[in-house]
């Protein structure tokens, strides 16, 4: 299974538990940093819980709304009234009603195309970085949220697509999807999303077993090469997990 040097796996009793522990992971990178903070969200099924936790009376209160700035990892090149739009379900869920509106980074997707949404987003970050280099001792996110999709894909990278190979943008379009929704999309690369303190990875439910068993077994699939440059934390349920090493309840 794991070798040494893989990421770091973090097993939680069921999704209630799951989302709890990712709350506490966000809580400590914001309490880790003391200047503006920069955390980058994901979209799919796995984070739902963890944002609507965060947006709950529990947790919305613990955050320096006024500190935190929120980008997306990814997006599907759909209006953002459209339901299947990343940053529209995480609006909905905490950010408009906590989040000052200029702290909210959204991919555009009422450019021409997605290239075009592409180039947006990247000067966006890199206005926001100050730089147009990536440089390793100063991470551009605080924390990036990422999941695993039923092929190992991870963001809107996509096994065997040539946008996994890319190395010099940050921001990419993808003309196509894998996956359902068979939508363009818009995505962060492999390095842009390396630059962070901590790649948190969010794994839940008995149908991503089929996809982190193979994780697991080291196959070579995007969700697998995504690797921060600090610490990458894989958190799983114990639905998620093969049968093999879940053991008794």
């Not at 979209?43 to 947790?59: M, V």
């Not at 940050?170 to 196509?176: D, F, Q, S, T």
Request: hydrophobic share 45%; net charge neutral.
């Amino acid at each position: 299974m794991i070798a040494a040097g893989q990421p770091k796996l973090i097993v939680a009793s069921d999704a209630e538990a799951l989302a709890q522990a990712a709350a506490e992971r966000v809580m400590a990178r914001i309490v880790a940093n003391p200047s503006r903070i920069a955390i980058c969200l994901t979209g799919g099924s796995s984070p739902k819980k963890l944002y609507q936790l965060l947006g709950s009376d529990a947790w919305r209160g613990k955050i320096p709304w006024d500190r935190v700035h929120w980008f997306i990892g990814d997006e599907r090149f759909v209006p953002d009234s459209d339901p299947l739009n990343n940053m529209a379900v995480a609006r909905a869920a905490f950010l408009d009603r906590n989040a000052p509106a200029s702290h909210i980074h959204p991919i555009p997707t009422t450019t021409e195309n997605p290239d075009a949404g592409a180039g947006a987003y990247s000067r966006e970050l890199q206005a926001f970085y100050g730089a147009d280099r990536l440089d390793p001792a100063r991470p551009l996110f605080d924390l990036v949220l990422m999941g695993a999709g039923p092929d190992g894909h991870t963001a809107s990278l996509f096994p065997g697509f040539p946008e996994i190979e890319e190395t010099g943008r940050w921001v990419i379009g993808v003309p196509k999807a894998n996956v359902a929704p068979l939508v363009p999309r818009v995505s962060l690369t492999l390095p842009a999303l390396a630059s962070c303190r901590e790649m948190l990875f969010e794994i839940a439910g008995h149908d991503k077993q089929p996809i982190l068993t193979r994780l697991l077994n080291g196959e070579n699939l995007p969700a697998l090469r995504a690797r921060s440059n600090g610490e990458t934390v894989w958190l799983v349920d114990r639905a998620a997990l093969p049968e093999e090493i879940r053991g008794p309840r």
